[in-house]
């Protein structure tokens, strides 16, 4: 069954941090690029970071060296380590497969308050 499952979002004062967690079923994970994706209300969703199977990782202009992703191919699950958190991260994070999309999970909350 093809699965996304994120979790590890919450309510978090600015300039505080969390860690985003996402278990994907093998056939999405395995060997392929992984991305955290982001939507905040009324706009388009964003790639935020992707990590390919080897390690090698990208992250979105508005990063600006914040945020860390990294995989655990054993586990099947990526991970996305967010500090210095802005008002305007809050959004819903989801996590996919970048160049072969799949159904969409149900993402995490994340809510960072001023």
């Known amino acids: 069954q093809v699965q996304l499952v994120e979790s590890g979002g919450g309510l978090v004062q600015a300039g505080g941090s969390l860690r985003l967690s996402c278990a994907a079923s093998?056939?999405?994970?395995?060997?392929?690029?992984m991305g955290w994706y982001r939507q905040i209300p009324g706009k388009q969703r964003e790639l935020v970071a992707h990590?390919?199977?080897?390690?090698?990782?990208n992250y979105a202009d508005f990063v600006e060296d914040r945020f860390t992703i990294s995989r655990d191919n054993a586990k099947n699950t990526v991970y996305l380590q967010m500090n210095s958190l802005k008002p305007q991260d809050t959004a819903v994070y989801y996590c996919?497969?970048?160049?072969?999309?799949?159904?969409w999970g149900q993402g995490t909350q994340v809510t960072v308050s001023s």
């Open positions: 093998r056939s999405i994970f395995s060997g392929n690029l």
């Open positions: 990590i390919s199977s080897g390690g090698i990782t």
């Open positions: 996919n497969a970048v160049a072969s999309m799949q159904p």
